[in-house]
């Protein structure tokens, strides 16, 4: 399942990032919270963290590592998940558009014009509702094609705006003329699941860089030492990594507005601490 995908991510990231500063660990760790909320999805991170030594300013290398790459690629996706199930719901529409041969565009910078052109066009039909996307484009020199998350309902509508300016005007002098499209066009509505739309947001995010269009919301963020009066102490991180049923048992009780989804545990490298990682889905608006 695509959506189960993301937490391997966010763990992987993560060891990434201890792989990289193994030569800051010492004896004196601790254990933080990181909760992030992106809509009904809520993750939570329990993850060691230790002090690193100033070592003095070091020039920024020009080219980023291999690890650094992999780690870039994976913040990019989860971003993208995150701001998805932060700001789309069910009454959104999921958008697939195409080209014909003939109105194919050269290359991608005019593919992004179009689309680009395109969302503007929605934003002047749909004028009293502000208009939020997010979008990407694939142009691999044969064919070309578009997927947007958008928050509007009216799919016909949003199909039949798939076309070039000109055919706008002869519908508007006209309006029982058809117009024609640049190419095939899909509009469906949105469609969660226990992990919102995250299955979605990885397949969208993987055909390319998405862009944004309008005012998006941030996913909620915040790290903490404590859950609830819960101080993350190492014996009580060591219990959950080491006993699932109880760890489901007792990250219930901390959070009893939400449904478990998952937990993932893995013992962190170069050290002897673990890095526990859950995915929740929010079910009523009390606790946290």
Request: charged fraction near 30%; hydrophobic fraction near 25%; aromatic fraction near 10%.
């Amino acid at each position: 399942m695509q959506g189960r995908r993301l937490y391997e991510r966010e763990r992987d990231s993560l060891l990434d990032v201890i792989e990289q500063n193994s030569s800051c660990f010492d004896s004196k760790k601790e254990y933080n919270a990181k909760l992030i909320q992106s809509g009904s999805q809520l993750e939570v991170q329990l993850y060691e963290t230790w002090p690193t030594h100033s070592s003095g300013k070091q020039k920024a290398e020009k080219v980023s590592r291999p690890a650094q790459q992999r780690l870039n690629e994976k913040y990019r996706q989860q971003n993208c998940v995150r701001i998805i199930n932060a700001n789309f719901t069910e009454a959104d529409t999921w958008l697939h558009l195409t080209y014909t041969q003939r109105n194919k565009p050269a290359d991608e910078a005019e593919a992004k014009k179009i689309i680009y052109n395109y969302l503007r066009s929605v934003q002047r039909k749909y004028k009293d509702t502000e208009v939020k996307a997010i979008y990407t484009t694939k142009h691999n020199g044969r064919n070309c094609h578009h997927h947007i998350v958008i928050n509007i309902s009216d799919r016909d509508g949003l199909e039949e705006l798939w076309c070039s300016r000109s055919e706008r005007d002869r519908k508007r002098k006209n309006p029982g003329y058809i117009v024609k499209r640049y190419g095939r066009t899909q509009a469906r509505r949105l469609q969660a699941d226990d992990y919102g739309f995250t299955g979605m947001a990885l397949y969208i995010c993987g055909h390319g860089k998405y862009l944004r269009f309008g005012k998006l919301t941030k996913p909620e963020e915040k790290k903490t030492k404590t859950l609830k009066s819960r101080k993350l102490t190492r014996a009580f991180i060591k219990k959950l990594a080491e006993d699932k049923g109880a760890a489901k048992l007792e990250l219930l009780k901390l959070f009893p507005h939400c449904q478990f989804n998952d937990l993932d545990v893995r013992q962190t490298p170069y050290t002897k601490g673990y890095y526990l990682y859950r995915r929740l889905k929010v079910i009523s608006d009390s606790g946290g």
